[in-house]
């Protein structure tokens, strides 16, 4: 049975609570010092074990060792063991200097992180009461609006709702982020969640004159899941699909293999250069000059609410003819 709710999730990064090195770093030196110690001592056994088969096979005296060659020799030995322990300590405080720029760099990390949802969090309410106001406005509510001020109306509704979905998009990055995205363990049927996708869809796809095709078998494919952040998944995959497409449409096909569904969304836009598949699913990235102003942020939410119901998310494209984003999850009753 897939478990969604449980699946892996990133884990904040640990906060250290003193300048000085942490107590949950220190299992990783002494980790990284035991290894290390491992391999020194090996490599300090091939010189003496040379010098013993030397002496054992007597290819020099013993006498070597008496009078002014005995002290270079013992100084020779000296110098050797200082250097190794120099080598050692050296390499002890490179580990330490790493773990700790390791440390400062996670707490930064998480510091930018619970800036990142504060700000988002704080910003959601005046959003959603600019948003009510001006929809009042635009409904006439507080009177009729003439040809000029419907136009700036217009603009700022749909300035105001990119800022609110950009919000949301942050605001969802940074509690997947903190592993706190709450996840419902739902009864999910992908025939509907597309369908619901698809009716979302159809006015803005006949605007744009773009058609839509799905392929989906009759028996139920059915899994155990949040319901509503995949729609979130499917939703993304097709506002993409809209938004970078001109011309043709997009097709959409769900397939059962091996304990897992497949869903496949395919447009015919410009498509993804190979080397820009991996990268469109790293925050914040864009690839190409097509399509709207977008947040770089819905593949990468995409591809964590997959990755929590165990699932996988990869893009396959041809330049000039076309993208196709798939989605695997494991099936109910699978995994
Ligand atoms: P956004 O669409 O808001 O920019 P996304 O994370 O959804 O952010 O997508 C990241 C980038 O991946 C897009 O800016 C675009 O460059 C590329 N991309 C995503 N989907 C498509 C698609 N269907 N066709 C072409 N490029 C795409």
Redesign the pocket.
């Known amino acids: 049975m897939a478990k969604p709710a449980e699946g892996p999730r990133r884990s904040p990064p640990s906060v250290p609570r003193s300048p000085n090195l942490p107590q949950t770093e220190l299992p990783v030196v002494s980790h990284l010092m035991s290894r290390f110690n491992v391999a020194f001592s090996l490599m300090s056994i091939i010189p003496l074990l040379t010098c013993f088969y030397l002496i054992t096979v007597r290819f020099f005296s013993i006498s070597i060792l008496e009078g002014i060659n005995g002290i270079y020799f013992l100084l020779a030995l000296v110098i050797a063991l200082l250097g190794l322990f120099a080598g050692q300590q050296l390499i002890r405080d490179i580990i330490r200097q790493l773990v700790e720029a390791n440390t400062k760099l996670a707490r930064l990390n998480e510091q930018q992180a619970a800036f990142v949802s504060n700000v988002s969090h704080e910003f959601r309410s005046p959003l959603a009461i600019f948003k009510g106001s001006l929809d009042n406005l635009a409904d006439g509510l507080h009177g009729p609006l003439t040809p000029d001020q419907q136009e700036p109306l217009q603009m700022c509704q749909k300035e105001v709702n990119r800022l609110a979905r950009l919000v949301g998009d942050l605001l969802d990055l940074s509690r997947i982020e903190a592993g706190k995205l709450p996840m419902q363990r739902q009864d999910v049927v992908l025939q509907e969640t597309l369908s619901a996708v698809g009716k979302l869809f159809g006015g803005l796809l006949r605007e744009r004159g773009l058609s839509l095709a799905m392929e989906l078998p009759e028996e139920p494919a059915r899994l155990v899941g949040d319901r509503d952040r995949l729609q979130q998944v499917f939703v993304?995959l097709f506002a993409?699909?809209v938004?970078?497409t001109e011309r043709g449409g997009l097709r959409v096909r769900l397939l059962k293999d091996s304990g897992a569904f497949q869903v496949e969304v395919e447009?015919t836009?410009?498509?993804?250069p190979q080397e820009d598949l991996e990268r469109?699913f790293d925050k914040f990235?864009?690839?190409?000059t097509?399509?709207e102003e977008?947040?770089?942020?819905?593949?990468?939410i995409a591809r964590d609410i997959v990755e929590l119901h165990r699932g996988r998310i990869w893009a396959e494209s041809r330049l000039g003819q076309g993208?196709r984003f798939i989605v695997r999850l494991p099936a109910a009753g699978t995994g």
């Open positions: 993304n993409n699909g938004k970078f447009d836009g410009p498509g993804i469109v990235e864009r690839v190409g097509g399509g977008g947040s770089g942020l819905g593949l990468p993208s």
